[in-house]
């Protein structure tokens, strides 16, 4: 079918109506499955966002053993409220994010929870691949390229809701593993394998900025990250009778920093 034509062109995309491919959105959710609000994969060197509800369960699977999923998480209605990594790390004393840890905002609050996750596989420490670093590993780091630079991506992303590169903190990733020795170096400990998957409860309104790239630290010589499934569904935040909430004194205390937030905008 030629395209040369404005009304060739218009054939032509119109064929592509009803195609389905393996890394896609799907739309509505609803029909991936009962209750879905997000059903998405993503490639290895892909991207996405959405703004998510305050209840909201997002599971992330890597289904093949090789993805790495960075994650920003951003107060939907005042972004300048973002996701902290060091605060993330030192309020709750732990630098190895998994199953009852809460991700924190510059404010002290929790923007989320993650409900399931290994704390053996993921990073609070590397963030993502750069421009440079990439061009300089693949030969090519550019967002459209066949070994974009997480940072790039983060940025494309960042722009669908009205912010910029300089809007973009530190980032944590999930599926791949760092350790840090004694002596300060770290080990990267490779893939959770194939199914792993991780849950985050979004604790309030937020937007959500997702990247899929190689890990800054994998050895290969060659760019390796495979897809990422991504689902979400509504649901209830973390409340006061839930053991989550008091499970420590810093963590009941930016739940209380997040409930009086909520409560003077209204939202209970």
Known sequence: MSTATTAGAREHARAQGGTVVDCMPIVPASTAGEGLTWAETIPGGGRT??????????RLTDPHGDACVSVLLFNADEPWERLNI??????????YVGEGHLLLSDQ????????????NRSDTFCGVSTLTRNTERYGDG????????????FTLAAAKHGLTRRDLPPSISFFQGVRVGDDGVFTWLGSAGPGASVELRAEMAVTVLLVNTAHPLDPRDA?????VEIRAWSGAPTAPTDQLWSRTPEGERAFLNTADYLTARGIS
């Open 49 to 58: 966002s959405r703004r998510l509800a305050r209840g909201t369960t997002l």
């Open 86 to 95: 060091a605060d993330t790390v030192k309020v709750l004393w732990q630098a």
């Open 108 to 119: 002290g609050r929790v923007l989320a929870s993650v409900t399931t996750g290994e704390r």
């Open 142 to 153: 550019t967002p459209h390229g066949p070994s974009p630079a997480g940072r790039e991506l």
């Open 223 to 227: 760019y390796t990250c495979s897809p």
